[in-house]
């Protein structure tokens, strides 16, 4: 029998906001005779906002009201409550993410979006999720050996994912965008230059400076080059300084031979579509012209062109449809009413860790676990993730959870509640063992969750008669 559930996608960006409603359809895959197997087996787009310009107090200042307020109406519109919510992120990308205020808008935003919503900003993040928006993952799930990549091109920046096999392998971020350069259509008048823009037009000995008039093949020069380094991030060309310039973060971390690219975000209509050269700036910015010099530089054509399921609303349909994952079905906790439980950061052991019979595991865990400690020497709330063991024996299972608890032992003293996320199908006898052996303290053991160190979880209700619950793992981090 299916359960339905409702999330919400919100994407604050630097050109624009939007929303999206989805339903999230659950079900138990496997057979009456096996363990049961919760999956998502359909995500539908129930609704879609208008495209909003993102509300600026300034150049530095979002518009908190004015967003809340543009949010507010758009869960009217739809007929929807916060508290009908069960899942969906909050996103607020590229340059907005700098802006001053951009934590208080994600909080105001967290308070809308119901009791399990994650509010994340990050550039790999980012460039994950569009690309999950886009049917990038898919595609390269369904029909490609070879690695798909997607480069989500909105007003501030192009967030770069690399797909194989249906998962993320590489990502990348460029201060690339239609909104770098903003100008009066009818006169071509500069209101607003980036930095990284201006300096790349200085040493192209382009005159484009704010409040001066600019000459349409100068403009046209620079995207030009920004459409080459573009090509330069995926190895289409030799790298510059250039792109270490505009390389945000990180660049891709290997060289990959592409089978397909995929273009997505507000540019990416303009590789697509039609660019009229009669209305070269009708939003009055570079964003069609860059998108004209990316269809047109030849670099782009050593990998097929492919069509994304999404352009301008890639990241809101990913952050609405993609961010929720199901946990297995061999969990253990403890107590419901603990749940959900948000940005809980994850601790992640190695192999090495595990290694010799989990010889060192105590040791290792309890030097590992001080990292999480705060200046005044009190614990954060943390999860502990780690692969486990194949078919344990009910012995291995009480050996193991009599180590956890030995490495953990400064942490539990100060702390009420152990979560653990682990990658073998053993979640629900060590949760239990866990339980029995600390009566005093509350439980959550999960398994067949991905994560990383850096990542953040959240946890939410429990569905399907309380086998499953849903999950969304995140990086709470701000891009630079």
Not at 81 to 107: F, H, M
Not at 370 to 392: I, M, T, Y
Request: negative net charge.
């Amino acid at each position: 029998m299916s359960e339905f559930l409702l999330s919400v996608g919100i994407d604050l960006g630097t050109t624009t906001t939007q929303l999206i409603f989805s339903r999230l359809e659950v079900e138990n895959t496997a057979s009456a005779a096996s363990i049961p197997r919760i999956q998502i087996v359909d995500k539908k787009v129930i609704y879609r906002s208008d495209i909003h310009f993102t509300p600026l107090l300034s150049r530095t200042v979002i518009d908190v009201n004015a967003v809340r307020a543009l949010v507010e109406k758009e869960y009217q519109k739809a007929g929807i409550k916060p508290g009908d919510l069960s899942a969906g992120a909050v996103i607020i990308t590229g340059e907005t993410a700098r802006k001053e205020n951009s934590e208080a808008v994600l909080r105001t935003l967290s308070g809308l979006a119901g009791d399990f919503v994650v509010a994340t900003a990050g550039s790999d993040l980012e460039a994950i999720i569009a690309g999950r928006g886009a049917g990038v993952a898919l595609m390269s799930k369904k029909n490609w050996s070879r690695p798909l990549v997607n480069l989500d091109i909105g007003g501030g920046t192009t967030n770069i994912a690399v797909f194989l096999e249906g998962d993320p392998v590489d990502t990348s971020c460029l201060d690339i965008g239609g909104r770098q350069i903003i100008l009066e259509p009818a006169t071509l008048k500069l209101t607003y230059v980036a930095k990284k823009a201006a300096i790349l037009a200085e040493r192209m000995n382009l005159r484009l400076k704010e409040g001066e008039i600019a000459a349409l093949g100068d403009l046209t020069s620079l995207c030009e080059r920004l459409a080459l380094i573009m090509a330069q991030s995926l190895g289409l060309a030799p790298p510059t300084e250039e792109l270490d310039l505009f390389v945000t973060a990180h660049p891709l971390r290997k060289s990959w031979r592409f089978g397909g690219l995929v273009f997505s975000g507000g540019v990416a209509d303009f590789i697509y579509n039609d660019y009229d050269p009669r209305r070269p700036f009708p939003y009055g910015d570079i964003g069609p012209l860059l998108g004209h010099c990316i269809r047109e530089c030849r670099l782009f054509s050593q990998a097929e062109r492919l069509t994304p399921l999404e352009t301008i609303r890639a990241t809101v349909v990913g952050a609405g449809s993609n961010t929720m994952e199901i946990s297995g079905s061999t969990i253990a906790i403890s107590d419901q009413s603990i749940l959900p439980i948000k940005n809980i950061p994850i601790l992640k052991l190695t192999e090495d860790d595990e290694a010799d019979d989990y010889r060192y595991f105590s040791s290792r865990l309890a030097e590992k676990v001080s990292w999480f400690k705060e200046d005044d020497g009190r614990h954060q709330r943390l999860a502990v993730a780690f692969r486990g063991l194949k078919n344990p024996s009910f012995e291995k299972v009480k050996e193991l959870s009599a180590r956890i608890i030995e490495g953990l032992s400064d942490y539990i003293r100060v702390n009420d509640l152990l979560v653990l996320v682990l990658d073998m199908d053993m979640a629900k006898s060590l949760g239990y063992a866990l339980m029995n052996a600390l009566p005093d303290k509350k439980v959550i053991s999960l398994d067949t969750v991905k994560v990383e160190n850096g990542d953040y979880i959240d946890i939410g209700a429990s569905l399907a008669n309380g086998r499953v619950v849903p999950v969304v793992v995140k990086t709470l981090i701000f891009g630079k």
